[in-house]
């Protein structure tokens, strides 16, 4: 049976949209004064994949997540979300658009327990004050918001500990918080900056469990130096020097590239 065009045409855009990237970066530059931070970079994200960024100390990796974050000014270049073209985000946008990030540090609120620090990533209104009123929001809706911090406190094995005080907490403990409040507000995109930075072997080998867990309900793209890890968890490496991308694709691919090796594996063998 033939399918009418005005069908065929339909079944190929859904198609089309299917085969999409979930995340596009195409020819992203940005520059500090003089300073080309990144050049021409290249980045795409599929649906629950696991992607990292590697490289040398001021490559250019944190950069890249700024900029996704709405943190940094882009000089050039293009996003893509879901096969469509948008606009660099600002960081009010980001709970909208599905993304949502860790810090190189925990940054956690010292004075507020677990809970209240998890809460303040649920939501955009959220992350500009602290809870209850002084957030503005309603009884009925801060319920809400207790009931998904203490679901993603679930997800990372620490909703025993809602009601400690965050400067209470063991440093591998506070890693694990700060995953959760990036967690809250349920979004496609996970960037993980350093989650095994300061943490021993055993924490380590923790953070590759939940990191393959997390993948299985939302995509990642992962900084991290710890190279065991990137190796254990990633699906596909991007690396980077000075700025540029100097080597992509799976794994033993670019483990095996001299050029990373030179650049930066060739350091730690």
């Known amino acids: 049976m033939r399918l009418l065009p005005e069908l065929a045409l339909v079944c190929l855009e859904s198609t089309l949209v299917s085969e999409a990237n979930l995340l596009a970066i195409k ?67 980001l709970v909208d658009l599905g ?59 620490a909703s025993g500990i809602a009601n400690q005080r965050a400067d209470s907490l063991a440093y591998p403990v506070t890693k694990r918080v700060a995953i959760a409040r990036a967690l809250v507000s349920e979004p496609k995109i996970l960037l993980l900056d350093e989650p095994a930075g300061g943490l021993g072997a055993q924490d380590i080998e923790w953070m590759n469990t939940l990191i393959h867990n997390l993948a299985t309900q939302c995509s990642v793209i992962l900084v991290e130096h710890h190279m065991d890890v990137v190796m254990s968890v990633c699906d596909r490496l991007y690396v980077l020097n000075f700025g540029q991308v100097i080597s992509s694709g799976e794994v033993e691919e ?16």
Do not use: C
């Open 27 to 93: 020819s992203l530059s940005v520059s500090f004064g003089g300073l080309k931070a990144l050049s021409n970079v290249d980045l795409h994200l599929n649906k629950n994949e696991v992607v990292g960024l590697i490289g040398p100390n001021g490559a250019g990796k944190t950069t890249l997540f700024n900029a996704l974050s709405g943190l940094a000014d882009v000089e050039s270049g293009e996003l893509e979300i879901n096969g469509k073209q948008h606009a660099w985000p600002k960081p009010y946008e």
């Open 99 to 157: 993304i949502s990030r860790t810090l190189q540090g925990v940054g956690l609120f010292p004075e507020l327990t677990v809970l209240e620090n998890v809460m303040i990533g649920a939501n955009k209104s959220a992350r500009s004050g602290l809870i209850s009123s002084a957030l503005g929001i309603s009884g009925r809706d801060e319920t809400k918001l207790r009931q998904k911090a203490l679901s993603a406190l679930e997800r990372v094995y």
């Open 254 to 269: 670019v483990r095996r590239d001299p050029a990373v090796i030179a650049a930066y594996l060739g350091v730690n063998n």
